[in-house]
């Protein structure tokens, strides 16, 4: 008997107007010390089935049909099922811990809850249990406050946490996806031992192929709350069956060689038009402006960069202590390349980006753009010229547009501000024309932008950054919100950009795969310093750097 | 403009979701329908009241302290008896809900124009500014409304003539009741506009190259709006009962003019005397406005919060 049968699932969202199915009709089983992985992209609804599971269904959601067994028994007739059968690791290890109790009080606690046994008992456990999940010195650690803890070693508690109660089936909901590659290797290991030895059974939730590939036994492919595919790992990778499975795979970015474009195969069931390749009707996109001088030499020159956060403040100065955000950086970036900036969480790349693009000042060093060194120029009018050719495309498709204005404004604003357009019927033109090219068609404009999906809100992101005609893009993360099939139409339009318009990009990133396929040279920075900087190929072939062949070992691969 | 949308103005707004929400509510309809008929009679006491309590020509002492007219004793002309001056009670509630909610509406747009101002500086700009309003708004916080209005009374009375400061006296209550509301629109505007300053459409802006009052006026102040009018409809129930109590303490609106608060003031010297409606039907105006307004401001709080979508 399975351990866990899911037997024709449907879940249901009632609203107001409509009934909206985020399960359907799905059937699954999970063994003990089995992992199955369940993927799908956003709203595929398989975070849903983990909740349905652990009967945690937020109102108004409600199973309309199916049953949900545990060895053999209906979940919803088990007196505590939820802690004693099945236990659940959740995605964001920074809150899924309370702050004001230490880890001690938080497992003893919860061994409490389940288990008979004596406060000093439970205690031994509960350092037994952080030995088992990697803790190294779990005797004193385990008197700590979570927030003592890095980020990976918090989701270690947090999977103690969840065997307190020696449960038999542990869902994890996308455990690794807030973390950086290199913890994350080291948690899917422990989750796989764990299965292993203790005979639990894992469903293992996430949108990341790469995750899935290394760590579960069987694959289930999830699409707009249907079951599309499922079976053994190795035969969902090297051949699925199903046009959407397939499509899935192509689009995930592969770190072994480059490509010159993601293949577009995107699957539409619906028969609904696939998006539309790039067209530049318009030669004002590539018109220059008159301020533009073409020189000779790199683009953009960064010399002894350096920016520092105050964290202690004091009326003395001597007594204020500072950390290095980016500290004495050198690069160059030369005319017409794409330049990738790879760096783990915290390692000063979005700072170097907010510096170039004139948001912080540096506090020491200079930025050269075109020979002008940004710092000195004196007249406001020189500066905006400047900063009009350099355009910022941002990591968060949901926060980076103004929800109270109008597509068409939002895209107009660059435009207005620079005075680009002599009427208001040339801007509504340009606006329209720009939003054609970046694949949303000029009717998108009378929007607002919560109508839109996040690959869509990133294609306005950069319809807005194009509007000033700019010659330099800085692309932090720009892909890192979205689900991989978006990713890939936003990368090959950013690479369409690029080639049309002459472009030079700094793409900012922390997913190697997706570096490797943009970027003609790479830099590597860690806390704030540069460690390796070399030509794509050479890097990922022949990285000189120990951290950067650290990064490279580490890469998510199918 | 969108031809699916049903053409009717008024049937879309009740489609809308906050229509949805307002419809789903039988509270909040109810509030609804009694702020309204209060505010539209209030409006229009000039052509509604039978009697013009500002013309002393048509009050007759002798009509004085007659009961509502349903009791024993009552005149069917007073519908909800007369005061001691011979006043007619309804026509006075009607006039006098005008001043209060006069009072009300322009203390509290005054407080929400200098707290969206100071708070979004302070929000925005960060730093010494901040600390400065800031420390502004605390101060303002220590003094009780009614402490604020004592002190500018007192200051007004003695420069002032009695019949100048009869006639400013609507405007001391205004100003001191905006003074007591602005530090808490002012605190709100701070908070969100540091939450919306650290979004990416605002770095966006700041790429663009638009200066910091442009950011504010355009991007920053069109969010912020929701907390602010949730706000502002609590306050305007504050700011009502303010006026009341003012008035009840004899400051601020003249005796001779009705207000809710002088009516209830004057009802309360009768409560012993057995003429309660003098105070009843004052107080229970008062009281329904108030209500009305505080539930249509939880109605509002629940549609703008993007939480509850």
Known sequence: MSLLAIKNLTVEYPSRKSTFTAVRDVTLSVERGEILGLVGESGAGKSTIGTAVMGLLDAPGRVAGGEILIDGQDARSIANLRGARVSMIFQDPLTSLNPLYTVAQQLTETIRTHRRMTRAEAHDEAVSLLDQVGIADAETRITQYPHQFSGGMRQRVVIALALCSQPDLIIADEPTTALDVSVQAQILDLIRDLAVSRGVGVILVTHDMGVIAQTADRVAVMYHGALVEEGKTAQIIHDPQHPYTQSLLAAVPRGERKLDRFPSLTYQPDGAPAPQEMTLTDDWLRSKGKDENQGTGPLVQVRGLGMRFLTRNAILPKNRSYIDAVKDLNFDINRGEVLGLVGESGSGKSTVARMIAGIHAPDTGSITFDGQDMAKIASSHERQALRRQIQMIFQDPYSSLNPRMRVRDIVAEPIHHNRLSETASETSRIVGDLLEVVGLGAAAGAKFPHEFSGGQRQRISIARALATRPRFLICDEPTSALDVSIQAQILNLLKDLRDALDLTILFISHDLPVVRQMCDRVAVMRNGQLCELAETEALFEAPRDPYTRELISLMPSL | ?309
């Open chain 2, 1 to 309: 403009m969108n031809p699916e949308r049903s053409p009717n103005l008024i049937m879309r707004l009740l489609d809308s979701d906050a229509g949805y929400k307002f419809r789903s509510s039988p509270v909040t309809v109810v509030a609804g329908l009694v702020f309204v008929l209060m505010i539209g009679a209030a409006l229009l006491a000039p052509v509604i009241a039978p009697f013009d309590p500002f013309d002393k020509g048509s009050i007759d002492l002798m009509n004085s302290l007659l009961p509502p007219a349903w009791n024993s004793g009552g005149d069917p002309a007073f519908l909800l008896g007369t005061d001691n001056q011979g006043r007619d009670l309804f026509s006075t509630i009607l006039y006098g809900t005008r001043t209060s909610v006069f009072v009300g509406a322009v203390s509290v747009s005054l407080a929400v124009v200098a707290g969206l101002f100071l708070g979004l500086l302070a929000g925005y700009f960060g730093g010494l500014v901040d600390a400065i309003i800031m420390r502004i708004v605390d101060i303002q916080m220590t003094f009780p409304a009614i402490m604020v209005a004592l002190l500018i009374d007192g200051v007004t009375r003695s420069f002032l003539s009695r019949d100048q400061h009869d006639e400013l006296a609507v405007f001391v209550i205004i100003l001191a009741m905006a003074l007591s509301i602005w530090p808490q629109v002012a605190r709100t505007v701070r908070a969100s506009a540091m939450v919306e300053k650290s979004r990416e459409y605002v770095m966006a802006a700041q790429v663009i190259g638009r200066g910091p009052w442009l950011i504010m006026a355009r991007h920053i102040l069109p969010n912020v709006m929701g907390p602010v009018l949730v706000i502002a409809t609590i306050n305007l129930g504050v700011a009502i009962l303010g006026e009341a109590t003012l008035s009840f303490l004899g400051l601020g609106i003249p005796a001779g003019e009705p207000s809710l608060g002088t009516l209830i003031r004057i009802g309360n010297d009768f409560i012993f005397s057995g003429e309660r409606w003098m105070l009843i039907y004052p107080g229970l105006t008062l009281a329904l406005l108030v209500l009305s307004v505080n539930l249509l401001g939880d109605w509002l709080r629940d549609v703008l919060d993007p939480k509850s979508r």
